[in-house]
């Protein structure tokens, strides 16, 4: 039986928060890296100064935060009506645990009046991130080999005003 997940606050992240996502962001990615045997995928060499401009420009960025911690984050940015997801992260010690699913229902409410869908990427050997995306409501629209070891799955979902996240809004 999983560990009952601590309070959390979910909330918009800020730029002084910048060193602290960054090192989530790593600790989270390791496995990802281990999995495809690559340590350059670029969550993992991403520098704190380009997160600092993420922070400081027009994306959106949740996080999870339980007492002082910060245990996860997710981003988003836009292109016209469709937002692009990326970075969900959650710290190892509570992977598994709702955090992801929590953070990206935020980040739907959060988005829900500037974005008609949501798109997001993920490999295709990352099967809990595959099976997390398709129980939030993402399809498979196609596959895109980036390398001999690793091939992108995009997903997409249309945003409506009956899902969960915008009716908790209302």
């Not at 979910?10 to 002084?16: F, L, M, Q, S």
């Not at 928060?17 to 995928?41: K, M």
């Not at 996080?63 to 981003?75: D, F, I, P, S």
Request: hydrophobic share 45%; glycine share 8%.
């Amino acid at each position: 039986m999983a560990e009952e997940l601590p309070d959390v606050r979910i909330e918009r992240a800020g730029p002084d928060g910048a060193g602290q996502i960054l090192t989530v962001q790593r600790a989270a990615y390791v496995a990802e890296a281990q999995l495809y045997g690559d340590p350059f995928i670029p969550p993992l060499v991403e520098s704190l100064e380009q997160i600092q401009r993420v922070l400081a420009g027009d994306a959106v960025v949740i996080k999870a935060v339980a007492g002082h911690r910060l245990v996860g984050t997710v981003r988003a940015q836009f292109n016209e009506q469709t937002c692009l997801v990326g970075r969900l992260v959650v710290v190892p010690d509570l992977q598994g645990r709702g955090l992801g699913t929590l953070l990206m229902n935020a980040l739907e409410a959060e988005v829900l009046q500037r974005a008609a869908a949501l798109v997001v990427f993920t490999g295709h050997l990352s099967a809990g991130n595959l099976r997390l995306y398709r129980r939030l409501g993402y399809a498979e629209t196609h596959r895109e080999r980036v390398a001999a070891h690793l091939t992108l799955v995009h997903m997409r979902k249309v945003l409506t005003m009956t899902e969960p996240s915008a009716r908790r809004r209302a």
